[in-house]
């Protein structure tokens, strides 16, 4: 209507239409207007106010639908893009506006063939500008399609990197180029575009990362520093984080990083990078000596308020301990919507991080939240281009065991189904292929009693070499101990010994505290013990696993371990009480 009354020449009542419409609109929260469409309206009023020639209406109303449109939209959106074009940074309001420091204007980039003025832009929190600044270069230069690649890289858009990355190295091979075409930087975007840009696997860059493995003694310090991290992980997308040649490397890059002699945004990002694996090969305290300082150093203003931002999260998420969690997590949630603040909606950061949220939530037992943040992981990932299913499948996988957790036996059991339709087990990611083939073993029969169904599925892994020769031996030794508690929980009472018996002679003596598992073990024993009228060995056997089982918890999650130990500690009570109940009506009066 406001159209067809600008048609016709009355702009004014067209305006007034729409003013009364917002003030509708925001005056009713119940009105089911999305902020998409409440910040479209808003931008039309901008237009016709322009149109009218009140300049300073017309930007005030653009930046409140700017505003609008950012509560729940990234900077790189269409939308957020279109209406950002037509904010005026030198208006007189810009000063009041909150969201000011995201139109900052940025110098002209001064590139140079380590991408530190890209890296350095988009670790700051400032990617628009930086966009900004490459395309208001002159010409297309090798060096600057390059750069741009590296902007697609770092801002999860790997596809648009490698065409870029085709183009960059055609301008290269030209006389006279800006740039060669060895030049490591190529292959350093190609390495970022799928390690840090994408959830594809590290398998697809590794001839580049080959090559630059090759060249280390030439490269740069700090860019060694990073190809050194990104090495360590693509190894971690298929190893053990222990594994002896992922422990070798980082402890080759923290002595790299110790002989720096001055800081470079490349270095730091390669901590970044790096930083979860320094606390499995160091330990936390020598992790935190190299990481604090450095999250320190980037937590002002000008600092790279991203890259410290996320130190700070993964830290949170990874050594947290039990004291004060609800604090720690709730601040993990506020550093998950700064980060994402920061990057596109959905980069590979912000998929990984509201994933760590919810599966923090699922082990406090808040299962219904956790539910929620892992479906936004999934929605970002579905809405990446090509995404591949693995990564789905293990989101799903997650889904399934906080549905599980909230008694929704039939609804886990079919997210876990799809999550299992989705994989090659013998090509999918192997930290991936084991715990959904698990889930799913463990949610099939659930409910129906059967749980050699699930042990059937384990079986036909574990009786498959090529298979067996892809997951790390505790995974697979992981496998076993489920299989054998699967079998346990159904079969006769003399198999199911026999089956932990079995386990049992499997266990290592590697100096790994397993006392969870031989809690487990021990119930399952009592219990068929039990069946047996073995009375007293049961009443043994119940008391060391409820022993070992409550130690471990305690001195493992803190004041977590009620929460995080629900179910094996309702079936340990259970089923101790069952025991001394019938063993105390055996002994009689006396």
Do not use: C
Not at 156 to 184: N, S, V
Not at 523 to 533: I, N, S, T
């Amino acid at each position: 209507m406001a159209r067809a009354l600008a048609k016709r020449g009355d702009l004014p009542a067209g305006a007034d239409i729409l003013a009364r419409s917002e003030a509708q609109v925001t005056a009713n929260p119940g009105a089911n207007v999305g902020d998409a469409d409440l910040a479209l309206l808003i931008a039309l009023r901008a237009g016709f106010a322009r149109a009218m020639g009140d300049a300073a209406a017309s930007q005030a109303a653009f930046r409140r639908a700017y505003g609008v449109a950012r509560r729940t939209l990234g900077r790189s959106e269409d939308l957020v893009r279109r209406i950002a074009a037509e904010i005026d940074v030198a208006d007189p309001g810009m000063r009041g506006f909150a969201l000011a420091d995201e139109f900052r204007p940025v110098a002209a980039l001064n590139l140079t063939a380590d991408g530190n003025p890209v890296l350095r832009g988009v670790l700051s929190g400032g990617y628009n500008a930086v966009l900004k600044a490459l395309q208001a270069g002159n010409g297309k230069t090798a060096l600057q399609v390059t750069s741009g690649a590296y902007y697609a890289a770092l801002t999860g858009f790997p596809d648009d990197a490698d065409a870029a990355l085709t183009q960059a190295r055609a301008l290269a091979a030209q006389p006279g180029a800006d740039l060669a075409p060895d030049d490591p930087f190529l292959d350093l975007v190609a390495l970022t575009a799928v390690l840090f840009g994408s959830t594809r696997p590290a398998t697809e860059v590794q001839a580049p990362l080959d090559r630059l493995v090759a060249r280390l003694p030439e490269l740069a310090p700090d860019m060694a520093l990073l190809v050194t991290a990104f090495q360590v992980f693509a190894l971690s997308d298929r190893l053990d984080a222990n594994h002896p040649r992922i422990r070798a490397l980082v402890q080759d890059w923290a002595r790299q990083w110790a002989g720096l002699t001055a800081p470079s945004t490349t270095a730091d990002f390669s901590a970044l990078m790096i930083g979860p694996d320094l606390h499995d090969a160091l330990g936390e305290e020598a992790a935190r000596a190299i990481l604090d300082p450095l999250r320190a150093r980037h937590a002002d203003q000008d600092g790279l308020r991203l890259l410290s931002a996320q130190l700070h999260f993964d830290h949170l998420d990874l050594t947290g301990g039990t004291e004060n969690i609800e604090d720690r997590l709730a601040e993990m949630a506020a550093l998950a919507a700064e980060v994402s603040a920061a990057l596109p909606t959905n980069h590979p950061l912000n998929i990984w991080n509201m994933a760590s949220v919810g599966d923090a939530l699922n082990l406090m037992g808040r299962f219904s939240e956790g539910q929620t943040w892992i479906s936004g992981a999934l929605s970002r990932l579905r809405d990446r281009p090509g995404h591949p299913d693995d990564m789905e499948a293990y989101l799903l996988h997650r889904i399934a065991i906080a549905q599980g957790g909230m008694g929704q036996d039939r609804a886990a059991a079919s997210t876990a189904r799809q999550a299992y339709d989705l994989i090659d087990p013998l090509t999918a990611r192997p930290w991936v292929a084991y715990p959904v083939i698990l889930g799913y073993a463990i949610e099939r029969p659930r409910g129906g009693g059967d749980w050699y169904l699930g042990a059937e599925v384990i079986d036909r892994f574990l009786d498959n070499p090529d298979f067996v020769a892809r997951i790390p031996p505790d995974d697979i030794l992981y496998m076993r101990f489920t299989r054998t508690r699967l079998i346990a929980m159904s079969a006769p009472p003399d198999e199911a010994l026999s089956a932990v018996a079995t386990f049992v002679n499997r266990l290592p003596d590697d100096g790994q505290d397993r006392r969870d598992t031989r809690a487990i073990l021990a119930m399952l024993q009592a219990e068929a013990l039990r069946e047996l009228d073995r009375l007293d060995e049961a009443w043994e056997r119940i008391k060391t696993a409820a022993d070992l089982d409550r130690d471990w918890r305690v001195e493992t999650y803190g004041a977590l371990a009620q929460a995080s130990g629900l179910s094996t500690a309702a079936q340990l009570l259970s089923l101790e009480a069952a025991i001394g109940w019938t063993r105390a009506q055996a002994l009689g009066p006396d």
